[in-house]
């Protein structure tokens, strides 16, 4: 009879300990992303990104005319620190 009431108290531990884990992965997982949300935020921000690149290759562009029209020659490449066309 003992043997019984063992595996029945094993039983019904391991049952319980199944259980909370279920229920700490539940409550662990509730504020994680689908990944078609992730991916929707992902190309949103690369979406962004690209914009802000166009945006960045207009204003340089517009210096090199000023600069053009002003009688001087942009430079190439600009030195870090440096903050004239």
Known sequence: MPKI???LYRTLVLTLLAGLAVLVMAVA????????????????VETQ??????KVDHVE???RWIVRHMGGTPSAETEEGDHSP
């Open 5 to 7: 009431n063992n595996d």
């Open 49 to 54: 990104v690209e914009s802000v690149k166009e």
């Open 29 to 44: 997982n509730r504020n994680v992303y689908s990944k078609e949300v992730v991916d929707v935020k992902f190309n949103r």
């Open 61 to 63: 562009e517009d210096v």
